[in-house]
Structure formats: C-alpha cells, structure tokens
C-alpha cells in the first residue's frame, strides 16, 4: 500500500518547510508542492486557472501513484476549504493507496512573526498576511487531522506526522 500525504494550512504557516522534513524521514517517497502548479507572472485566480491547476496536480499525482517505486507520496498545498481536497481525490484512482491528510495550524501570533521574515527576507509580499490570517481560521473547520506547529521545530512537525502514519 502507498500513502498519499497531504499537508495544507495558510501560507507562512510551514507546509513546505516540514513537507521537506518529512521527505528526509520517509522512505521511498516524492514531494509535490501545489505551488508548483501555481507559480504564475501575472498571478490571477480565474475558474479557467484554477481548473487547469487541479488538472495538473491530479495528474502528476495519478502518475506518482502509478509508480512502484514510490510508498510515500507527499502533497503540500493552500487547501483551506474540504472541497479542494476533495476535488483532488475525487479525480484520482486510490486503489491500494492509504490518504492521510493534515492541517498545519498555529497561532495568530507565530503566522504573523512567520510571514513577517518571509517579508523581509523577500520570500512573500506584504499582501500575504492579511490573507494568511483570514484563512487561518478555515483550518479549524476542516475535515483533517490537526497539527499545531506554534511551538515546535519543522523537524518535530514531520516526525509526529511519521508517527501517525505507521501508526496504521
């Protein structure tokens, strides 16, 4: 069986970061970032884009699925709301394939200092934050396992997320 893991949150709040330390804990495993599918100059949200993104994280998904040789297949994405994730899903063949999915939440107070480096750093624009914020609270209401990361290392992050999983 394979597990298909998906990471989400607001942005600034560390799905890549621990997304990447899990990578390193994992075996046999690929890490797909939604970002990827999304990295647009001009960035504009229309329905035509956003179809077109799921489109392409399903298929490459489908296609690290298809693949013997990877057990973990890692997803991390902006997936504030149960339809998005459930559009993914829906699109794919899940036959011998075990979905865990996650929610990185925090503290208002750790998103703001997070995405306030990524500002200064020039990582993020200055409009994220508001946006950050106001999703924060969609992730409470989401169908997923919670993972409070105010406190704890990216590392720490990944390995209870290990833990979960083979606790299957």
């Known amino acids: 069986?394979?597990?298909?893991?998906?990471?989400?949150?607001?942005?600034g709040v560390g799905k890549t970061t621990i997304s990447r330390a899990l990578q390193k804990i994992m075996p046999n495993n690929v890490f797909l970032d939604g970002d990827w599918c999304w990295d647009m100059k001009p960035f504009v949200v229309s329905e035509e884009r956003k179809k077109m993104v799921i489109?392409?994280?399903?298929?490459l998904l489908q296609n690290f699925i298809n693949r013997g040789d990877y057990e973990?297949?890692?997803?991390?994405?902006v997936m504030q709301e149960d339809e998005i994730?459930?559009?993914?899903?829906?699109?794919?063949?899940?036959?011998?394939?075990?979905?865990?999915e996650f929610a990185l939440i925090c503290s208002p107070e750790a998103l703001k200092k997070r995405?306030?480096?990524?500002?200064?750093?020039?990582?993020?624009?200055?409009?994220?934050?508001?946006?950050?914020?106001s999703?924060?609270?969609?992730y409470e209401k989401v169908n997923r396992v919670k993972l409070d990361v105010s406190d704890i290392s990216p590392e720490n992050?990944?390995?209870k997320i290990a833990e979960y999983i083979k606790g299957f």
């Open 1 to 11: 069986m394979k597990n298909l893991i998906f990471i989400s949150g607001p942005m």
């Open 55 to 59: 489109e392409n994280i399903t298929f």
């Open 72 to 77: 973990n297949i890692i997803f991390c994405w």
């Open 85 to 100: 994730s459930r559009d993914i899903l829906s699109q794919l063949d899940k036959n011998e394939v075990n979905i865990f």
């Open 115 to 133: 995405i306030c480096r990524d500002i200064e750093n020039g990582v993020r624009e200055e409009d994220v934050l508001e946006r950050a914020l």
């Open 135 to 138: 999703y924060l609270g969609k």
């Open 157 to 159: 992050a990944a390995k």
